[in-house]
């Protein structure tokens, strides 16, 4: 085997490397799960309040 | 094996594992686009929970003690600006303040816990209420609802809806106001009403 051979043996080498890496890399992703984002959620504040004083008595019949 | 064959042999090798290598990543590429769009229907292993959170940061519209004045049929008092007191000698006093605290647009309801027959009494009590936005932006008025109108206070309705109330610091707070009458023989002594604000997250 030549120099130039060798090369070529060593960039081959190096190809089937990076292309079981770029499968063990696609095969990861395949099973990453993205979570959804789910919205629930509910608030009630029944802290508002208005209040008001009326002088006098109240008439018979009033209200 | 002589040389030849071995260069040939690895070569072999490294285009068959490139082919695979491309036809997985082109599966996984699309797979995960699907994921990353919501376009495909799959059960997820994690909920991200959207907090609604809101609150009354001026809770109480409080017009003191008063009457209506001497000659006059009724009063008539608004929390509208910095409020106001015609015909009775009550304090002014402005509108509520509800602010969405939390981490998410919300959809609004508020609600009254009384109408003007049986909070204020008499011949002719009325009870209005308002919603605006306090800081701009803050509330997209649902269909059939208008900003700054006031619309009687009912409890049999479903009375005001912001479509989105949002939770954007800069635009988190809106006002509600209230504009009622007092005839002079309306009920007597401590009168009020509860509000209630109902916020689901969007």
Redesign the interface.
Known sequence: ?DKT?KI??VL??L??LF??T??F???S??K????????????????????????????EG?? | MN?SN??LG??V??VV??V??AG??Y??IA??TT??S?LAI?T?????????????TT?????????VNDGQTQAH?STVGAGSVSNGN?TAATG?I?ENN?N?N?SLNITVGKNA??FI??TGSLYFINVSDNEVGACTNASGFALGLFYSANTSNTLLNCNSFRFDEAADAIR?D?N?T?PE??????????????????
């Open positions: 085997m051979q070529v043996t081959l080498i190809a089937i292309s079981a770029s499968i890399i696609s095969v992703i395949s990453l799960d993205i979570p959804d984002k789910v919205v629930s959620g509910r608030s009630v504040d029944n802290g508002g309040g208005i209040m008001i004083y009326v002088e006098g008595e109240n008439e009033s209200g | 040389d071995l260069l690895l070569a090798i490294a594992v490139s695979i290598a997985f990543t599966l996984s797979s995960l994921k990353i919501g799959g997820a292993n994690l909920t991200v929970e959207t907090q609604a959170s809101i609150n009354f809770a109480v519209v409080n017009w003191g003690s008063g009457k008092l009550w509520l509800l939390g998410s919300v027959s049986n009494g008499g509600i209230f009622i007092i023989n309306s009920l007597k002594g401590a009168l009020g009403d509860i509000i209630t604000a109902t916020a689901t997250a969007l």
